[in-house]
Structure formats: C-alpha cells, structure tokens
C-alpha cells in the first residue's frame, strides 16, 4: 500500500489525526527534504525510518521503490508541504503503483492553494489552476491563454520571481485585473492583498515579497 500523506504548510496542528497515526505505522517514509521533514516526525515523536524521494531522484529510484511495496510493505509518501504530486513530486510514483496494481491511498488534507482561493474574495465557483508557469520556453503562450479565461486562475509563484510575474500578467491581462497575492498561507506572517495588478506590482516592489507565493487572478470579463 502507498499512501500520499499531506503535511501541513505552515502551522504544524495543521495536520490530521489519521495522517499522523498511518505516519507511525507505515514501514518506511519517502519524503521530499529528509531534514525538513524531520521536523515534523520529532514534534510528533514519529520515529518511521525515512528515505529521501525528489524531482532529481525519483527517476532512478522509482523501480526499486515500486518493488519494496510488491513484497508488502507500506509506505507514505510526503512533500515539504502540502499534498505530493500537486507541483511537488509523486505523480511518478502513483502512476507507477497503479500499473503494477498496487494500492494508493490519498488522505485528504492541507494544500495551498485552495485556502489562497477561498480566502482572496475572488470567484471560487469555478477556477483554473496553472501552478508553476514555465520559466522560458512557452511562458507566454500559457499567459496568453489565462489571460483569456473567464474564470478566476491560480499560479505558484517564488519570492523572487513575483514582481517580474506581476509585471507579465499587467502585459497579458491588463493593470485594472484584479488578483490576490497569497504569501506565508497559516505561518505567522501570512498576508493576502487583494488588489489591481498594477497596485499589487507597485506594492510587491522587487525583492520585497517573502515566503511561498499564490497569485489567484480574476477571469477576464
């Protein structure tokens, strides 16, 4: 059996009691950073050997994974934060599992994105969500197709790259576009800004964004 485990974003009570107990049981952990994983296993006093499993990895690791869980064993798979395989790594895995026919359960539980969207005063009925854009190649063409959406659309975005973002999607979507920039979602420092585009660029001026990003921007209308 595999289990996909969400771990908290930020606030560490932000983790069920079920994940915690399947965490203790399971034979073996896969986890995206070992040390920040650690973190968490030591506030609940998990003590479930851990191995690493990673985007640079887990192409030379996936055969050998998928073979320990043929012979038995059950193993949870978790990221840095939030649920595996939603921009982080564990597609790979599952699908393995599933052409092996081998069991994969996913427990409910914490990602980013969905609270960025509830809390962004923006249509949530119904909504796009693009994750990571591309940093080069085909970047424009997937601004150029968002930008046309009539509904409201979610982006993954790094401190560092926000305020050029920003500035792209003015481009592609207009400075009046309204849009919710969602940083530090559950940490002690979490800001969520609605505003323009053009206000939000002014506002997120270059290298003054911190934290892990969500920009959820209204469809065009």
């Not at 930020?10 to 040390?35: P, S």
């Not at 092996?100 to 923006?122: R, W």
């Not at 993954?156 to 979602?185: D, N, T, W």
């Amino acid at each position: 059996m595999l289990y996909i485990v969400p771990t908290p974003i930020g606030n560490l009570e932000d983790i069920t009691l079920r994940a915690i107990r399947l965490l203790k049981e399971v034979d073996l952990i896969l986890a995206e950073d070992t040390r920040t994983s650690k973190k968490l296993l030591e506030h609940y006093q998990i003590q479930t050997p851990l191995r690493s499993f990673h985007a640079h990895n887990e192409h030379g690791v996936l055969s050998g994974i998928v073979a320990q869980l043929a012979t038995g064993i059950s193993i949870a798979l978790i990221s840095d934060a939030g649920t595996p395989g939603i921009s982080d790594p564990g597609f790979l895995l599952v699908r393995a599992c599933k052409e092996q026919d081998i069991k994969v359960e996913c427990l409910p539980g914490a990602t980013a994105f969905v609270p960025a969207l509830v809390a962004s005063g923006l249509p949530c009925d119904k909504f796009y969500f693009e994750g990571f854009l591309p940093h080069k190649k085909g970047r424009q063409t997937r601004l150029q197709y968002l930008a046309t959406l009539p509904i409201t659309f979610i982006l993954y975005e790094s401190p560092h790259r926000l305020h050029k973002c920003l500035l792209q999607l003015i481009e592609f979507c207009g400075a009046e576009r309204k849009a919710a920039v969602c940083r530090e979602i559950s940490k002690l420092h979490e800001e969520i800004k609605l505003d323009s585009l053009q206000n939000l660029s002014q506002y997120f001026e270059e290298g003054k964004a911190k934290g892990e990003i969500v920009i959820v921007v209204e469809g065009q209308k």
